[in-house]
């Protein structure tokens, strides 16, 4: 009885391990870090100078009710950009996963790569320019890069979809979009939604930040009070941010949550 052929090594493992060390030594070695210089006793003094100036929050009615606004205002542009990337990014991904053919699959991923290589905020930079100050191109900005990720991450899910329940449709007469909607749709829908409900938490940061080159909400109010030296009115904005924040993500892992079971 002959014994069986011990597996073969595989090296290509092991040689990936190796090269991200080593990217992250030459990192270190390459980049002028001044570790020693943030733990000294001046640079503990002046953190402590800057935060005190912070309290206490602004908590005058009328800057609350301003905030508030801008609260709104910032959970609208990560809700509909968020909604837009989803359509978007849906209608991309079928292509995207060698739904028709090999060239549309390399020409419309070659698209969603340079989407989502683009951060928001250079998005936002030249949508501002277009589309003048406010939430509306803050708004297309985190829509065009987020549609790039979900693009590609929904054509990923399709293409791991088991294909068996599309081809036994199509086998019994059915038409292939019919198939692709009835049976290779239904079961990417769960990891699509996680998708999308991720995206969406992490665009209520990106809208905050957005609002510092001019598109509107929490982050323009920031920039402006910052600027002018107004800490305890920053101090109130950062404090929504969070709340905004963690409400969002409270929301999304519940809607996960529910998805799951």
Known sequence: MTMPAPPRRRWSGLLFALALLALVVASFASLPLHLAALFTLDAAASVQEFLAGFAPPELKSGFLVKTALATAETLSMSALGTLLAVLAGLILAIPAAGR?????????????????????????SVLLIAAGLGPFPGTLALAAHTAGVLGR???DALENAPALPEQSLRTNGVRPLAAFFYATLPQTLPQMLSYSLYRWENNIRAAAVLGVVGAGGLGQMLKYHLSLFQMPKAATVILAMLLLVALVDAASFGLRRALTR
């Open 100 to 124: 028709f053919g090999r060239v549309p699959r390399a020409t419309v991923r070659a698209l969603l790569n340079v989407l989502r290589s683009i951060p928001e905020l250079v998005w936002a």
């Open 153 to 155: 991450l929904f054509a």
